[in-house]
């Protein structure tokens, strides 16, 4: 914390007393905001909650939705998302005669707030739709190339903005719609021109954004609440992705406007989508962002695919099964590079992103 700015501790204490926070859970709301995140250890340290009752008091804030408990390799992590969020949410579930007392702690609390640092990626479980909400929109405002979506059309209806604001980013959006009510509202020109969309009847929550963001929602036909996993590592979420396939290719067609550029997370998906262009040696250029598999140096390529291979075993239906080899074939200034996924090892080329475009174009 800046040495220019010092946390009132008691007086901040006692106020979260009045909302119905008891002293231990106070102090270690507080350490959680001042930390960013930090390891339980860490929190005992500086809010001095003796450590045998830590574990009880962190569940508690969880509860309430003040902090967010992490799973990483390392063990459990905690942090607390922005205070003016979380309060906010607070004070609607309670009284309203609290409200000014909430909105002076939180006001306290946003200015030391850290927000949380890169790391390897993570795995959060949620109650709130709140908090679930948030992280949905971080997770379409990250993305930068394939944005998978499985929503009923309530949610739709919330992020829409965000959505359209991905669409004009250059972004590849696939959107779900699911419903009891199969065709009510789900037909075509009810979107945006340029958005994949399709219908099923399921009530999965599902958002993924690139390689870096999901957030799932499974259905609980023995609750009335959901609970919401939020992944940030890299490996978990190509499997949503993967997972995601099976969701998109069971699902009726609303629309599917076949339009470039388009952008892909890997050659695999571009292959089967522009398999027909390909086919037909259709002229088009692609712009390749990822490394050299043999340097592992980062860069940028651009250039015109001459062909692709494709490879599994006999009867694989590539729509929903990674096929053992999906490669491109660009010429690039006159050479002739191939053009593999994420972690490729025989291809020239390791993608994180490629966008295919009208030769000329």
Not at 12 to 29: A, F, H, I, K, M
Not at 276 to 303: C, H, K, M, Q
């Amino acid at each position: 914390m800046s040495d220019e700015f010092s946390l009132d501790v008691g007086h901040l204490t006692d106020r979260l007393q009045e909302l119905g926070l008891n002293e231990y859970q106070s102090r270690t709301y507080i350490a959680v905001v001042e930390l960013g995140e930090a390891r339980p250890p860490k929190i005992v340290e500086k809010s001095g909650v003796p450590q045998a009752r830590i574990y009880d008091v962190i569940d508690d804030l969880s509860e309430m939705g003040l902090v967010e408990v992490h799973e990483k390799s390392g063990g459990k992590t905690v942090g607390a998302p922005p205070p003016d969020v979380a309060l906010d949410a607070y004070k609607e579930r309670h009284v309203s005669e609290f409200s000014n007392i909430i909105d002076s702690v939180s006001s306290q609390l946003e200015t030391t707030h850290q927000r949380e640092q890169a790391t390897g990626g993570s795995v959060t479980v949620l109650s709130h739709d709140e908090s679930a909400n948030r992280h949905i929109r971080s997770a379409i405002e990250t993305a930068e190339w394939w944005l998978a979506l499985s929503l009923t059309p309530d949610r739709y209806a919330e992020f829409e903005d965000d959505i359209l604001e991905a669409l004009n980013r250059g972004v590849t959006v696939r959107l779900v719609v699911t419903t009891s009510d199969f065709d009510a509202n789900v037909t075509e020109g009810a979107f945006p021109d340029n958005l994949l969309v399709r219908s099923r009847k399921l009530s999965d929550l599902f958002v993924a954004a690139d390689r870096s963001y999901s957030v799932y929602s499974g259905d609980m036909l023995t609750s009335d609440e959901r609970s919401y996993h939020v992944v940030t590592n890299q490996n978990l979420v190509l499997q949503f992705q993967q997972y995601y396939e099976q969701i998109w290719t069971s699902s009726r067609i609303v629309q599917e406007p076949h339009t470039l550029p388009r952008r892909y997370l890997d050659p695999w998906r571009a292959i089967l989508d522009l398999k027909t262009e390909f086919d037909n040696s259709e002229p088009l250029n692609v712009r390749i962002v990822g490394y050299e598999t043999g340097s592992r140096v980062s860069g940028a390529w651009t250039g015109t695919i001459v062909d692709y291979e494709l490879q599994g075993p006999a009867d694989t239906d590539y729509k929903v099964s990674i096929p053992v080899k999906a490669t491109l074939l660009v010429d690039i200034d006159g050479k002739k590079v191939s053009v593999g996924g994420w972690k490729a090892t025989v291809e020239d080329i390791a993608t994180e992103g490629l966008e295919v475009s009208p030769s000329g174009g």
